[in-house]
């Protein structure tokens, strides 16, 4: 945890805040902080800054706190997953929300096991959870965007398109013949498949839509490994 995230919840008064459970123990524990000591703060979707501990013991934790800087911006990428396993699905929203992406579409897949979409992980609550522990990694305030898509045609007919206007599309997929070039400094809509990649018709009808294939290594790779590597590649386009 590299910044506490604070909620309207904790705040006492303008700029004093008490904590409690999860944000405490981890200030015992790692940070070891006592009285007087600053720490690095943001509040959920607005400022950050520090907080200066007034009150601290086994029970809550109080801070006095100034709020004056603005995240860092956001990536310019938005993220087009296929559902993985639940336990990849947790690493990769956490990766995701840390490279800044602002935008996550989770979409069915032939190869997607229809019992990933009963998975708890999907719960709202939980998938906060993720967000939250990739803001606190990254020192960011802003809370990404995720939204679920049971069904593969009418997501790419349907709102792909929308999604994509102002945006080039890509398609990171291990098996296609070459790859097209990638213009730089766009926005970009970045598609990933599920282990094994998009089945041939997943890619036939993903390129109907104008994503381009962008073959990344001769290697198979984990999804949230491709997902690290596509924006990292994606990115350097863009600067």
């Not at 007087?36 to 007034?54: C, D, E, K, N, S």
């Not at 803001?135 to 305030?141: H, I, N, Y």
């Amino acid at each position: 945890m590299n910044m506490i995230l604070l909620f309207d919840e904790d705040y006492m008064a303008a700029n004093e805040v008490c904590l409690r459970g999860r944000r405490l123990r981890h200030v015992l524990s790692v940070h070891r902080a006592t009285v007087g000591h600053q720490l690095r703060v943001g509040h959920l979707g607005g400022l950050q800054g520090h907080g200066t501990i007034t009150c601290l013991d086994d029970n809550q934790l109080k801070m006095m706190v100034q709020l004056e800087e603005p995240s860092p911006p956001p990536c310019r990428i938005e993220l087009v997953l296929a559902l993985p396993r639940p336990k990849v699905l947790r690493r990769t929203l956490i990766t995701a929300t840390t490279l800044g992406i602002k935008k996550i579409s989770l979409i069915n897949s032939w190869r997607v096991e229809k019992s990933f979409w009963q998975t708890p992980m999907l719960q709202p609550d939980k998938i906060q959870q993720c967000l939250i522990e990739g803001l606190e990694q990254c020192r960011d305030t802003q809370l990404p965007q995720v939204q679920t898509y049971r069904l593969f045609k009418p997501f790419v007919e349907d709102v792909l398109p929308q999604q994509l206007q102002g945006r080039c599309g890509v398609i990171a997929h291990p098996h296609v013949e070459g790859s097209e070039p990638v213009p730089c400094g766009a926005d970009y809509v970045l598609a990933i498949g599920p282990e094994g990649g998009f089945i041939p018709y997943e890619v036939d009808l993903l390129c109907q839509q104008g994503l381009i294939p962008l073959v990344l290594s001769p290697r198979i790779l984990k999804v949230e490994t491709a997902v690290c590597y596509a924006v990292s590649h994606l990115t350097s386009s863009i600067l």
